[in-house]
């Protein structure tokens, strides 16, 4: 039977979810519901995933939150009016203030926030609360390969080329990127490559590689650095490249040539055949890209991982070559516009730093205020939570955006350390795992219900548009925050709740910036023209950057610089009483905490509760059993979930989605040792004991 024609009109919009941004079409209207179908927009061409399809689903979710509540005497959260909420967070907020200082309140952001909500929301923390203490959920994402891309490259955006670049490669290194679940309309571009795929999982993107590379979780880097050296020795180099276009070559390779493959085959457990293979098909004549992923970011050394598959594609002439290239995969919906806005604890609008004078100048200017009424930088998102209700930490988090209960690292601590703060406020949508500990919950807006814009993993601004309006008692963002300002004796000209208005404050903030959006406007994205950042405001309309780095690199003297990187191991090794590798990561019909996708039925119904996926022999080793309820623990705690017995996994390692609330968290067991230059945790990797669980 063939599906009914999809009607007029359309509003032409994005999924909510994961950075690849698929374009849609969405018609309809709150009493009808609201119907998706794909549309013809070049990352994703006509397809979109499983999430995709169900996404409006989220916009009539039974627990969806209809009015703020409010935590009374008794403990329960009840419904409340919006004046009562807002004025009882500020009367709060001034409280604490006033007692122990401003840095007393700190926010915590999200990388699903639009532009102009992520911008706004690091203007309020830092104007309205005066406090240095706010970061966000994407510090946990990407923030190492952001790093490392910084450093490499004198400037981070994902992917430095558009999407469609792919599909003109040859070979394709996916270094713990497993797109198949994360990002499926991905891989038509990629259907033409020969792809090589490193993971310690034989994940459904491992099943379509010609060369799966499965480390030992923990030890990319050691790989990396192997490659490189195979490249060196083989004499697969750019040695034209490397003189013209980088700095730092000599030192990198000196470092890799301590990895021969037969060190790395034994600190990894990756075939020195297979390394030789994969560097050969790497370095073949004709395009071929080097993409990193989540499962050699999400480490305590994480920035140097990232960095050591960055030397590897500068040694073979690949970024800004126009024949290949580096770039990190960003997970999050809006994870690249996230990180360039100002709610990161160490950045400014334009993705400047808030230590560099001429930075914090430009924004106090766009701002009103003078340079110094602007805080320096906060704390880590990981150290900021670790630190809430300690001495000298914040007493008051306002969350938007983000579900930290599920998602942190260390998720028990976390859960603790939220318990543990005299004012909590969430504005979600849902209640999350996080809401439901609040002592406000504010309900906002969602994807289909707001205007804004958001920037995908290739730098492209696009176009959030509302289809339906919002539950009569949500307020977008916008105005919570403006409202919020105001009753801190903010002028309210300072906060617009317009998104189109903050989006013309956001592109005077980022101008001159490394990501300088001042070229960009709503009516030219309506116009339905492809902008990429950075786009300069120009006398001559600037027509973005698609490409970045063909002529020069962002350093001053337009060279790329190699990394002087070495393996150290993770933070935390397997002993006999944590003898196992537990590794976490995605699936195909969850997004992150699962906050939004747990609550759709046909998602729910595909995995509806957590997992431990393991070796049979490994299995029988731990006297666990398929479908059997077991539990795994670190040394920071334990989860318990059913097992799946899966003879492709290595025999040293488990895996478990972290999408999953209560004892099916993850992130109960998982390491929050905190990679140094990012602040990245290093999720990726814990020790752990694997054991049954009696169901009697
Ligand atoms: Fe949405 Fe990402 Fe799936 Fe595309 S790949 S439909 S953006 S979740």
């Not at 979710?61 to 209809?66: G, Q």
């Not at 008794?74 to 401003?102: F, K, N, Q, Y």
């Not at 320096?376 to 939570?385: D, F, I, K, N």
Request: hydrophobic share 35%; with cysteine.
């Amino acid at each position: 039977m063939s599906e009914p024609p999809f009607p007029t009109p359309r509003t032409r919009t994005h999924c909510p979810y994961c950075a690849l941004q698929c374009g849609t079409l969405l018609h309809g209207d709150r009493e009808t519901g609201v119907r998706v179908r794909p549309a013809d927009f070049p990352v994703n061409r006509g397809k979109l995933c499983q999430k995709g399809w169900t996404a409006p689903d989220v916009l009539t979710a039974a627990d969806r939150l209809t009015r703020p509540l409010s935590r009374g005497p008794d403990g329960r959260l009840t419904g409340t009016s919006w004046d009562t909420a807002l004025d009882t967070v500020a009367e709060r907020i001034r409280a604490l203030r006033a007692r122990h200082g401003p840095d007393t309140v700190a926010v915590f952001g999200g990388g699903g926030l639009t532009n102009e909500k992520a911008y706004l929301l690091g203007k309020f923390a830092r104007l309205a609360l005066g406090t240095s203490q706010i970061d966000y959920n994407g510090r946990f994402c990407m923030s190492s390969a952001a790093t490392a891309g910084n450093e490499a490259f004198g400037v981070d955006r994902g992917l430095p080329f558009p999407v469609a670049d792919l599909r003109d490669a040859r070979t394709v290194l996916l270094a713990g990127a497993n797109v198949a679940e994360t990002m499926p309309p991905l891989l038509q571009h990629l259907d033409r490559a020969e792809l090589i795929v490193i993971d310690p999982r034989r994940t459904a993107t491992a099943h379509r590689a010609t060369l799966h590379l499965q480390p030992v979780p923990g030890t990319d880097l050691a790989l990396a650095l192997g490659l490189l050296h195979i490249a060196v020795v083989d004499g697969l180099l750019d040695q034209d490249y490397i003189r013209r276009r980088t700095h730092g070559f000599e030192e990198a390779a000196r470092r890799a040539m301590a990895w021969w493959p037969e060190r790395v085959e034994s600190v990894t457990g990756v075939p020195a055949r297979d390394q030789r293979a994969a560097v050969r098909l790497l370095a073949r004549p004709r395009n071929a890209y080097v993409l990193t992923g989540r499962g050699v970011e999400q480490h305590s050394q994480g920035t140097d991982t990232a960095a050591g598959f960055i030397n590897l594609a500068l040694a073979l002439g690949l970024p800004g070559s126009g024949r290949g290239g580096y770039g990190c995969l960003t997970g999050q919906g809006n994870g690249q516009g996230g990180r360039e806005h100002g709610q990161k604890a160490d950045q400014l609008p334009g993705y400047r730093s808030l230590t560099d004078p001429a930075a914090r100048a430009h924004v106090a200017g766009v701002w009103g205020v003078a340079p110094d009424d602007l805080p320096g930088p906060g704390r880590s998102a990981y150290e900021l939570l670790d630190a809430l209700g300690a001495d000298h930490g914040p007493r008051a988090l306002l969350v938007f955006g983000s579900n930290p209960a599920v998602s942190a690292p260390h998720a028990a601590h976390v859960t603790e350390r939220l318990a543990s703060l005299e004012l909590l406020v969430v504005a979600d949508f849902v209640p999350s795992e996080t809401a439901r500990m609040a002592d406000v919950v504010l309900p906002v807006t969602q994807w289909a219900e707001e205007e804004g814009t958001l920037t995908s993993l290739e730098g492209r601004v696009l176009r959030r548009r509302a289809v339906i309006p919002p539950p009569a008692q949500a307020r977008s963002d916008l105005r919570v925050l403006r409202d919020l300002a105001v009753r801190l004796g903010q002028p309210p000209d300072r906060y617009p709740s317009d998104p189109r208005e903050v989006f013309e404050e956001l592109r005077a903030a980022s101008r001159g910036g490394r990501a300088d959006y001042s070229g960009i406007t709503y009516e030219r994205l309506d116009a339905g023209e492809c902008l990429h950042w950075p786009c300069p405001d120009t006398e001559e309309r600037h027509p973005g950057t698609p490409r970045l780095f063909l002529d020069r690199f962002a350093h001053p003297d337009g060279k790329a610089r190699f990394a002087a990187v070495d393996h150290r191991g993770p933070a935390e090794d397997i002993s006999s009483a944590y003898p196992l590798h537990g590794t976490t990561g995605r699936v195909l019909a969850h997004y992150q905490s699962g906050a939004q996708t747990r609550r759709v039925a046909e998602l729910s119904a595909a995995v509806p509760e957590p997992f431990i996926e393991v070796h049979p022999d490994t299995a029988a080793r731990s006297g666990v059993v398929d479908r059997g309820l077991a539990r795994v623990t670190s040394p920071r705690g334990s989860m318990t979930a059913r097992v799946r017995l899966d003879p492709t996994m290595r025999p040293d390692t488990l895996f478990a989605p972290f999408h999953f609330p209560g004892d099916g968290r993850a992130n109960l067991f998982t390491h929050p040792a905190l990679d140094p230059r990012s602040g990245m945790p290093g999720f990726k990797v814990s020790a752990v004991r694997l054991e049954p669980v009696s169901e009697g």
